[in-house]
């Protein structure tokens, strides 16, 4: 479940109060479709998942905050989730294939957000247009 923050006024504003009800939306909409597929295709639905969760690593990054597992998943990300967005980053090349900052944050070889968005979307598709792409993503997870 999505926990919504106050701000220091103890309020939260309407735009943000809408934006979580359309993420809740999209969420369930999301999980209503993901059922109708057929469960052959379950690789490519966690190769979808982890390149979503790496987009949020990267943005978090990039805004300053931790990228470590508590960090993300304080923000709603589990731990497994956040094992495979990590794995489809060191698929990308933006973090280090040998990197075990899980706790308190993760060591990025690319510092440029242009860069990184550029890398996450090339190996993002290219990994859901491979059979295989599920296969190459699980064995940068067993590195996490």
């Known amino acids: 479940m999505l926990k919504i923050e106050s701000h220091a006024n103890g309020k939260v504003s309407s735009n943000t109060e809408a934006l979580y009800r359309e993420l809740l939306r ?3 909409e999301v999980a209503h479709l993901r059922n109708k597929l057929p469960s052959s295709t ?3 639905k966690i190769v ?3 390149v979503v969760d790496a987009h949020a690593i990267i943005l978090a990054a990039f805004s300053g905050q931790s990228t470590g597992v508590a960090a993300m998943y304080k923000s709603g990300m589990s731990k497994r989730r956040w094992a495979w967005a990590v794995a489809f980053l060191r698929y990308a090349g933006i973090v280090a294939k040998e990197s075990r900052q899980w706790r308190n944050g993760l060591e990025f070889t690319v510092t440029d957000l242009d860069e990184s968005i550029a890398l996450l ?3 993002g598709a290219e990994l859901m247009d491979s059979k295989e792409g599920y296969r ?3 064995l940068l997870l067993k590195s996490s």
């Open 26 to 28: 999209l969420r369930g």
């Open 42 to 44: 379950r690789g490519s």
């Open 48 to 50: 979808r998942a982890a």
């Open 121 to 123: 979307e090339r190996a």
């Open 136 to 138: 190459r993503l699980s």
